[in-house]
């Protein structure tokens, strides 16, 4: 059943750890709220509005924030494994060191997102804006970011190992020292990318 905004409210404003595992939330207006720690594994978060909410340390794996508005929203160190993101606004969010692993982020904006030292391995980010996107030292590792826009990137040192880059517009991005190794960069458009010390071995180009 559906919890009323008033239910969640008296949740959030409880001591203690939040728990609202499982919940349907869906829709529900959660900006600026503070949530750190919090649990919200499973929960149905569609359509909510999480805009510049404090989600730092939050277990998150396997919701589903599809379509959420996570503008600016402060991810750090968070749990997001298997999370479907599709479509989801997250322009501006702090992901720095969050877990991401096989999440799905199909068209999800995450331009100008800070995602340093985050794990993105086997995650979907096909068609995903992720232009001025900070990525350095982030795990890349067999993600699929075919016809993503990743323009003014920084990848510095990051891990693209085995990564499906295929159409995806890297125009002006820094993969300075970057692991390329086998990734498949057909029809990528690298026009003006810095790929000085990157390691493009076996990468499909």
Same mark, same amino acid.
């Given at each position: ?83 479907? =993101?599709?479509? +989801?606004?997250?322009? %501006?969010?702090?992901?720095? $060191?969050? #877990?991401?692993?096989? &999440? @799905? *982020?199909? /068209? !999800? ?50 891990? =693209?190992?085995? +990564?499906?880059?295929? %159409?995806?517009?890297?125009? $002006?991005? #820094?993969?300075?020292? &970057? @692991? *390329?190794? /086998? !990734? ?22």
């Amino acid at each position: 059943m559906k919890m009323t905004q008033a239910e969640l409210e008296k949740i959030i404003a409880a001591p203690g750890n939040i728990c609202l595992r499982g919940e349907d939330l869906r829709g529900a207006d959660l900006r600026q709220a503070d949530l750190t720690h919090a649990d919200l594994t499973h929960a149905d978060l569609r359509q909510a509005d999480l805009s510049s909410a404090e989600l730092r340390y939050v277990e998150l794996s396997s919701a589903n924030l599809r379509g959420a508005n996570l503008r600016g929203v402060n991810l750090f160190g968070a749990n997001l494994r298997g999370v479907n =993101l599709f479509g +989801a606004n997250l322009f %501006g969010a702090n992901l720095k $060191h969050a #877990d991401l692993s096989s &999440a @799905n *982020l199909k /068209h !999800a904006d995450l331009s100008s997102a800070n995602l340093k030292g985050a794990n993105l391995s086997s995650a979907t980010l096909r068609g995903a804006d992720m232009s001025g996107a900070e990525l350095r030292d982030a795990n890349l590792f067999f993600a699929d970011m075919s016809g993503a826009d990743m323009r003014d990137a920084d990848l510095r040192d990051a891990d =693209l190992r085995c +990564a499906k880059l295929a %159409g995806a517009d890297l125009r $002006h991005a #820094d993969l300075n020292r &970057a @692991n *390329l190794r /086998h !990734a498949n960069l057909i029809e990528a458009d690298l026009n003006r990318a810095n790929l000085r010390g990157a390691d493009l071995r076996g990468a499909k180009k």
